[in-house]
């Protein structure tokens, strides 16, 4: 149950900021599995021979379980302080700005439900998402990730469950941009 808010809609759970911030991870998830999808689907910036450093599918796995959990943490409202959330900007204007900010990047409609639907209807890898052509979009939803859940890091007690799971997440990202910043910088082939 979330603490230290003075707002009771908050205190009781299932409001709109909740609701957001699972909606937001739920689709970067969408968006990692897109990008973790059979060949014709991927970016055409991976080199051949360098495809298993940035599409390892058993860490992917690993991660994506990880993902889930995060989400679940977030639906349910698990060690989560709304004090903390509003201090960091995860929660009113500014929490709509970050996911009007996330939504554009793909090219999608921000949700506009009020409250979590019961059961959350977290994403699956098989799920066909789309999102608009052109310039790749995976390194701006990287960064709009690697902002939330820094931010999301802030708010977390050292021991948080939570905390634990975004900052692998966190790191995963990194990891993965490094990869392909390595292959397009001229990787030896």
Known sequence: MPVGYEDPELVQGNTRPQFLLASMLNEIL?????????????????????ENLAFNREVWGTVRNQF???????????????????????????LEWKADLLYSFL?????????MPQPFPVATPDARREYEAGKPWFPRVWKCAKSL?????ETLEANSAL???????????????????YIQEGAPS
């Open 107 to 115: 090219g999608l409609r921000k949700p506009e439900g009020r409250q």
């Open 149 to 153: 859940f820094g931010s999301l890091i």
């Open 30 to 50: 969408a968006a990692f599995d897109l990008f973790h999808q059979r060949k014709p689907r991927r970016p055409p910036i991976i080199r051949s021979g360098l």
């Open 68 to 94: 889930v959990s995060a989400i679940e943490f977030i639906v349910q409202g698990r060690d989560l302080d709304w004090e903390k959330l509003r201090g960091v900007g995860l929660t009113g204007n500014m």
């Open 163 to 181: 905390r634990a799971i975004l900052e692998l997440l966190k790191e995963y990202i990194e990891g993965t941009e490094a990869c392909l910043v």
